[in-house]
C-alpha cells in the first residue's frame, strides 16, 4: 500500500494554508450574496451558506486547531504555520468575514428584501396591535415549552447544546425563595421556530416576519416575575463535532457511534456567539464557562444564527426572486419506455447532474427489484438522506429475495445517524449490511447488478462522482456513468470482494484505488506529461476537483509545469498549489467556479500524447482520500462519452468569465469579469442540455 511520507519534507513556501484558503472560499461565496445580479432570495441562500460553512468549519477544522495548541504540539502546518499562529490568523479572517456578512444583511438585503414586501419586523418598530399579536403568540407557543434556568449552587451553569439558541439573563432583586443569583439561562428548544411569520392584515406587506429571539427580548420578563431584567443577551455556542473511535478498542462499530453521537452535541467549545449589546461581565461570565479566550467570541449585529434565514425563500412565493425553475433532461439512448438493461448493453451513458435527470439511476435500481432476472445487488451508500427512494427500492429487493449487500459507511460525518439508521432497516429484512474496512471511509460511489441473461450472469454497474442523495443531485454538478463494460464490472466486483470480505487486493485492470493505486497512478499520470514535454511535444493536464491538497501530488504538478506542460485545475474550495510563481508554476493556472449549483464533479485529463486519457472519481486529491479512504477512479472508455465529459466538464469551465475566480501568485482570488460576451459554465449547460437560461 501506499502511505504518505513522514521522512520527505516539502518546501513550506510551495503551498498555501488549507484553513485559511477555505476561508478565501467562504469570501467568494458571500460575493455570490452581494451580486446584484442574482435573484434577491437566492442571495439570501448564499448568506446563509456561509454561516452554515463556518459552523462546520469550527467545528471540525477550528476544532481540530484548538486540539493541536491544547496538547502543546509543534507541528507545523504545510506552509510552516503553528497552531497558535494559524488560530490567530483564522480568528482574525473570521472577524473580519463575519462583519462584512451583516454588514451586508442589515445594510443591503434586509432593506432589497423590505422594498419587495419581504419585512422582518424589529421589536422597536412594532404597532401596538403587533405587540398584542406577539404576546399572544409568546404565551401560547413559547412560554409553556421554556424552562428558564436561575444560576445558584442548587442549579448550576446548565449543558448547552452544540449551536443552539440561549439566552442570558441579568436580573436584580429576589425571588419567593429570597434568592438573588443576578443571572439566568433560558435555552430556546429546537421545537420553536427560529423565524415566525404574521398575519399580513397585522403587517400591511405580504409576507411579514418577527425572530423568535424577539419575541423572547420582549417577553423575558415574565419568566422572572416580580424580578427585574437588567438585560437580555442571545448567545450561540459551537462545538468540537468530530468523533474519534479508537481502532484498538472498539469491537461493535454501530454501538460504539450510537453512544458516541450524543456526546458529539456536548464537545470543547470552540467559538462563542454573542448579541454586540451583551454586557462585558456577561461576556466574561460566559467565556469564563465555556473556557474561550477573546479572539473566541463572536459580537453580532442580528441573530447569532443566520442559517435559520434559509427558510425564508422556502416560504416565499416571489419566482421572480429565485432562480428561474428548470426540468432536468434525459441523456438519450434513454428514453423512459425502453428496458435499461437493453439499453446499456448497447452503450454506455453519461448522466450530468443537476442539468440531467437522476431518475435513470433510480429506475436501475427499481428495475433490479423488480427483475426476476436479476440475482444480486452491490451498493455503497455514503450519504442518502433519511428519506430516500433508492435505499427503499434497496429495502424491496431484498424482500423479494434478490442477494442484496451494501457498504455503508457509518462515519460520514453528520449524516451517522441517518446511516444507522438505514442499516438497521435493511438487516430487519434480509440484506447484507457491512461497514467496509475499518479505519478507511468508504467514499467511492458504486452499484453493482449482476443479472442472469442467457445462462450465464452479465453485469451492470453504476459509478458516479456524488452521493446517492436524490435532493442533492438537483444542485450538486455531478458525473454518473451507466455501464454494462464488462472488464469495468469485473473491477467493480473486486472492490466489493475487498470491502465485504478479507485477502489482498486483486489487481484492477481499469479503475484506480485509494488507498492502493490512486494516488501513485495519479502523481504517475502527471510525470508522464512532464516527459512528453520534455520530449518536446505537447503535455497537458486539466483536474477538475473541489480540493488540492496532497503535496506529493502538488509537487509533480510543479514538476511537470516546469517541464513545460500546460496546467489548468478547477478547484472549487480549497487550493494549497501557489500558481504562476516564476520557475516553479508559470504553466500552472487555478481557477474556482462559484454559482447557482455547487460543483462538485472530479475531472483528471492527461494529455498523454493525443490518446485523451480520462477519469471520473468521487475523490479530491487531499491526502485523506488517497490514504485514508477507499475512493475510485473510473476511465471513460467510450469515445462519445469521453468527448461528452469534456465539452461539458472542462471547456466550459475554462472559459468561464463571470463565475470564475482566478488565484494569482500573491494567494488572492480574482473575480473575473466579462469584457465582451457573457460566458457562464453553468448557464451553457442549462441552456445546452435543459434548454432554458439561468435569468
Not at 357 to 373: H, N, Q, R
Request: with cysteine.
Amino acid at each position: 500500500m501506499h502511505r504518505p511520507y513522514p521522512e520527505r519534507q516539502f518546501p513550506s513556501g510551495n503551498f498555501i494554508n488549507r484553513e485559511l484558503s477555505l476561508l478565501q472560499f467562504q469570501r467568494r461565496v458571500l460575493a455570490q450574496a452581494a451580486d446584484p445580479e442574482v435573484p434577491l432570495l437566492e442571495r439570501l441562500r448564499f448568506l446563509c451558506i456561509v454561516s452554515s460553512n463556518l459552523d462546520e468549519f469550527f467545528e471540525v477544522r477550528v476544532a481540530g486547531v484548538k486540539e493541536q495548541q491544547r496538547l502543546g504540539s509543534l507541528a507545523l502546518t504545510t506552509d510552516g504555520l503553528t497552531p497558535t499562529e494559524l488560530q490567530t490568523r483564522i480568528s482574525r479572517e473570521v472577524h473580519s468575514l463575519i462583519t462584512d456578512q451583516y454588514n451586508l444583511l442589515n445594510n443591503t438585503l434586509l432593506p432589497a428584501l423590505a422594498t419587495e414586501g419581504i419585512v422582518f419586523l424589529r421589536r422597536s418598530a412594532w404597532t401596538d396591535a403587533q405587540h398584542l399579536w406577539a404576546r399572544d403568540y409568546f404565551m401560547r407557543e413559547v412560554m409553556p415549552v421554556l424552562t428558564p434556568i436561575g444560576l445558584d449552587p442548587a442549579h448550576p451553569f446548565p449543558r448547552v447544546l452544540n449551536k443552539s439558541l440561549n439566552f442570558a439573563v441579568e436580573l436584580e432583586g429576589r425571588d419567593a425563595f429570597g434568592r438573588s443569583s443576578g443571572a439566568a439561562i433560558v435555552q430556546a428548544p429546537r421545537a420553536l421556530p427560529r423565524v415566525i411569520r404574521l398575519p399580513s392584515e397585522l403587517t400591511g406587506v405580504e409576507y411579514g416576519f418577527v425572530f423568535l429571539s424577539s419575541l423572547l427580548h420582549a417577553h423575558v420578563g415574565e419568566l422572572f416575575e416580580g424580578m427585574n431584567v437588567l438585560g437580555c443577551y442571545q448567545f450561540r455556542v459551537t462545538r468540537n463535532s468530530d468523533m474519534f473511535v479508537d481502532e484498538e478498542e472498539v469491537k461493535d462499530l454501530r454501538a460504539t457511534l450510537k453512544g458516541e453521537l450524543q456526546q458529539r452535541h456536548y464537545g470543547d467549545a470552540v467559538r462563542l456567539e454573542i448579541a454586540d449589546n451583551c454586557s462585558e461581565a456577561m461576556e466574561q461570565f460566559l467565556r469564563t464557562q465555556f473556557g474561550l479566550a477573546g479572539e473566541d467570541v463572536y459580537r453580532v449585529p442580528g441573530m447569532v444564527n443566520p442559517v435559520r434565514l434559509n427558510q425564508v425563500p422556502d416560504w416565499v412565493e416571489r419566482p421572480d426572486l429565485k432562480y428561474r425553475a428548470f426540468r432536468p433532461s434525459r441523456p438519450r439512448g434513454l428514453e423512459k419506455t425502453q428496458n435499461i438493461f437493453t439499453a446499456l448493453r448497447r452503450q454506455d451513458v453519461l448522466l450530468h447532474h443537476p442539468f440531467q435527470s437522476f431518475e435513470p439511476v433510480i429506475e436501475l435500481l427499481k428495475a433490479a427489484a423488480d427483475d426476476a432476472d436479476v440475482v444480486a445487488v452491490k451498493m455503497t451508500v455514503y450519504r442518502t438522506g433519511t428519506d430516500s427512494v433508492l435505499m427503499e427500492h434497496l429495502v424491496r429487493a431484498a424482500q423479494k429475495g434478490k442477494e442484496v449487500t451494501v457498504v455503508l459507511e457509518l462515519m460520514a460525518r453528520f449524516d451517522e445517524e441517518a446511516n444507522i439508521s438505514w442499516a438497521a432497516r435493511l438487516e430487519e429484512v434480509g440484506a447484507h449490511v457491512v461497514y467496509g474496512v475499518f479505519g478507511y471511509k468508504t467514499h467511492a460511489k458504486m452499484l453493482l447488478l449482476v443479472r442472469r441473461e442467457e445462462g450465464a450472469l452479465r453485469r451492470y454497474v453504476h459509478l458516479g462522482t456524488g452521493n446517492y442523495h436524490p435532493r442533492t443531485t438537483r444542485f450538486y454538478t455531478d458525473f454518473g456513468l451507466l455501464t454494462a463494460n464488462e472488464e469495468i464490472g469485473a473491477d467493480v466486483a473486486e472492490v466489493f470482494k475487498q470491502l465485504t470480505g478479507l485477502g489482498q487486493a486483486g489487481k484492477l485492470r481499469h479503475l484506480w484505488q485509494a488507498p492502493f493505486t490512486l494516488q501513485p497512478n495519479v502523481v504517475t499520470a502527471i510525470l508522464e506529461e512532464a516527459e512528453i514535454a520534455r520530449s518536446g511535444r505537447k503535455g497537458r493536464i486539466i483536474v477538475k476537483v473541489n480540493a488540492l491538497l496532497e503535496p506529493e501530488t502538488i509537487e509533480a504538478l510543479y514538476e511537470a509545469s516546469q517541464a513545460g506542460v500546460e496546467i489548468d485545475v478547477i478547484a472549487r474550495s480549497v487550493c494549497a498549489l501557489k500558481p504562476g510563481v516564476p520557475g516553479l508554476s508559470e504553466n500552472i493556472r487555478v481557477r474556482s467556479i462559484v454559482g447557482r449549483f455547487l460543483e462538485h464533479h472530479r475531472i483528471f485529463y492527461f494529455g498523454a500524447d493525443g490518446a485523451d486519457k480520462l477519469y471520473l472519481s468521487s475523490a479530491d486529491w487531499m491526502e485523506r482520500n488517497f490514504f485514508k479512504r477507499i475512493e475510485i477512479a473510473f476511465p471513460i472508455l467510450d469515445l462519445k462519452v469521453k468527448r461528452r465529459v469534456i465539452k461539458e466538464g472542462l471547456r466550459p469551465y475554462l472559459g468561464d468569465n463571470c463565475q470564475a475566480w482566478e488565484l494569482d501568485a500573491d494567494n488572492h482570488y480574482r473575480r473575473k469579469n466579462p469584457r465582451t460576451t457573457r460566458r457562464s459554465a453553468q448557464e451553457i449547460l442549462l441552456k445546452e442540455l435543459s434548454g432554458i437560461s439561468m435569468a
